[in-house]
C-alpha cells in the first residue's frame, strides 16, 4: 500500500468476504480500511455477477478486475495530461505573441 499515513507498521483487522485478516500495514489504519472495503465491494459484486463461489476464483477475478480499473484509469491520467500539457504549450505561445505585440516602454 501506499505511504499515507505513519511510518510505523501498524496491524489493522479488514473483513473481506466475510473473513477477517489481519494486514501488517505502513498507511493508517482508516486507509487500509478504506481499501479492503474496496476489494470486499468489487469482490462481492463478482461473486453476485459471476455465480463463482470459490473463494480463490472470487479472488483472482477480483484482482483481475480492481487492476483493470487501475490500468484504465493510468490511461486517463495519460490522456488527460497529454491534453494539459498542450493546452500549456497553447497559452505560452498566446503569452509570448501577445507579450511581442505590447507596445514597447
Not at 64 to 70: G, I
Not at 74 to 95: F, H, S, T, W
Request: glycine share 6%.
Amino acid at each position: 500500500m501506499t505511504n499515507e499515513g505513519s511510518p510505523s507498521k501498524e496491524m489493522v483487522d479488514v473483513q473481506i468476504l466475510g473473513e477477517t485478516y489481519t494486514i501488517k500495514s505502513e498507511t493508517s489504519p482508516e486507509y487500509t480500511q478504506r481499501v479492503a472495503q474496496h476489494v470486499d465491494r468489487a469482490a462481492k459484486e463478482i461473486r453476485e455477477e459471476s455465480g463463482v463461489v470459490d473463494q480463490k476464483k472470487v479472488a483472482i477475478l477480483t484482482a483481475l478486475a480492481v487492476t483493470d480499473q487501475l490500468f484504465r484509469m493510468r490511461e486517463g491520467v495519460e490522456v488527460v495530461k497529454g491534453l494539459a500539457e498542450k493546452r500549456a504549450e497553447r497559452l505560452q505561445a498566446e503569452v509570448l505573441a501577445a507579450v511581442e505585440q505590447a507596445p514597447g516602454d
